[in-house]
């Protein structure tokens, strides 16, 4: 089991910054890829970033790139979301995932909400215009 708990969000002005990150607890949490996912009212989940076991490897959706950037840090079992130059269209619940490597084939799985084994409880970013 891993357990995932996010903080960080909250409101700012459109430009602004924020650092969302998500505390991992349980067991070989380093095995595990990790994910951003984020839902905005009246729409279906959707990919953010998503981070590989060691940090190496790190994906992002067309539409953050340049403004956000993933990391993690293994000693802390924490992973962060720096995002910059946020818009209103960044508003959303930002939920983190957890990725056994085990199940990793291709980059491909990593955009895929439904490879993923374990999620958190999501926190709310809201940028005002």
């Known amino acids: 089991q891993v357990q995932l708990v996010e903080s960080g969000g909250g409101l700012v002005q459109a430009g602004g910054s924020l650092r969302p990150s998500c505390a991992a607890s349980?067991?070989?949490?380093?095995?595990?890829?990790m994910g951003w996912f984020r839902q905005a009212p009246g729409k279906k989940r959707e990919f953010v970033a998503a981070i590989s076991w060691s940090g190496g490897s790190t994906y992002r959706a067309d539409s953050v790139k340049g403004r956000f950037t993933i990391s993690r840090d293994n000693a802390k079992n924490t992973v962060y979301l720096q995002m910059n130059s946020l818009k209103p269209e960044d508003t959303a619940v930002y939920y983190c995932a957890a990725l056994h490597e085990s199940r990793i084939l291709y980059s491909g799985t990593y955009y895929a909400q439904e490879n993923y084994d374990y999620w958190g409880q999501g926190t709310q970013v809201t940028v005002s215009s």
């Open positions: 349980g067991r070989t949490v380093s095995s595990y890829a």
